[in-house]
């Protein structure tokens, strides 16, 4: 079925709809933090949240994407704590697509083609705590649909991680609702010790979704995605 978007593009001062048809389903595996996708693809990345504080002040917090040897900073230099932050849990979503198509041919090396996400908090003006989805993943919970919903409540009087995530959960299962081409990932960089009340696992929250050309993400967002 093809759904008309109400996100107006203007040209020659001529306003006009966008259309979108239903996004394509990649197929992709998670391992050990890392999702491979099995076939072509287009990513789109997108900060659902993020709730640190520290003695009652926000702690920046950067995101960085990697897929294969390609590094994108979606929102500015990740190693710049004040251009680049991303606290805050009452901003709406930001989105941005990575305007390429990244081929995955047979019997290619998965690495290549390889997605991760990094989260870093500072304090200070230095880095406090980094993880990655791969090399740190105790630091990084990653949801599909079909996952049950995590119960972590936020330290102190900080949104939690169902703030966050609230339109991705079926109520009456408890599980999380997702497209099959999309995952979610939960960051803790707040603390190193995932066993304390401190880990709250929504220092960042991240949708990653995939396509096969921009169109299929004009679905989930309903103004302009930033491009690279």
Known sequence: MIKQLFTMALAAGITAPVFAGEPERIDFDINAGKITPTEDFMIMVSVLGSAITSGGEDVPVTVQLKIGNKVVNPWGDFGDANAADVNDPYAPTRNY????????????????????????????????????????????????????????????????VLHFIKPYIDFDTNRITLDENQAIYLFEIGTTDINSSAADFQDLVVLVTFGKTKRDFFKYTAREALYD
Do not use: M, Y
Request: hydrophobic fraction near 35%.
């Open 97 to 160: 697509i990575v305007n390429e198509l990244f081929e995955v041919a047979d019997g290619s090396d998965p690495a290549d083609t390889e997605v991760t996400v990094t989260g870093r908090s500072w304090w200070e003006g230095e880095v406090h705590i980094e993880a990655n989805s791969h090399e740190q993943s105790e630091q990084v919970k990653i949801l599909r649909d079909g996952d049950t919903v995590p119960g972590v409540k936020g330290l102190d009087d900080q949104a939690d």
